[in-house]
Nanobody, 123 residues
Framework: VQLQASGGGLAQAGGSLRLTCAAS????????MGWFRQPPGKEREFVAT????????YYADSVKGRFTISRGNARNTVYLQMDSLKPEDTAVYYC?????????????????WGQGTLVTVSS
């Protein structure tokens, strides 16, 4: 599975961005998908996850109520809608996939990773 994350860019505080993760090689129908981020100078952290088969989602407290993870109509796409952005959301965002059919918040439990997409939020 190859994952491609896109949609990053520059946004103002309070604004929105939508990230897209697309897979090549197979579909997400038997996977759990996750978004992680790595702020400048910090460790990678969990953002959100979705079990593709039943759309169960789980979010980090820092983004709950502002970010939404969702499936695309195609079985190889997942989105991260980011609203009410804050400067502290600035990070490189990564999508990941795991064959574990449960909500997974630990990065080491993911089997596949995409390259990152940079999100910068200005104050």
């Amino acid at each position: 599975v190859q994952l491609q994350a896109s949609g990053g860019g520059l946004a103002q505080a309070g604004g929105s961005l939508r990230l897209t993760c697309a897979a090549s090689g197979r579909t997400f129908s038997t996977y759990t998908m996750g978004w992680f981020r790595q702020p400048p100078g910090k460790e990678r952290e969990f953002v959100a996850t979705i079990i593709w088969s039943d759309s169960t989602t789980y979010y980090a407290d820092s983004v709950k109520g502002r970010f939404t993870i969702s499936r695309g109509n195609a079985r190889n796409t997942v989105y991260l809608q980011m609203d009410s952005l804050k400067p502290e959301d600035t990070a490189v965002y990564y999508c990941a996939a795991t064959r574990s059919l449960r909500t997974v918040v630990v990065g080491s439990e993911y089997d596949y990773w995409g390259q990152g997409t940079l999100v910068t939020v200005s104050s």
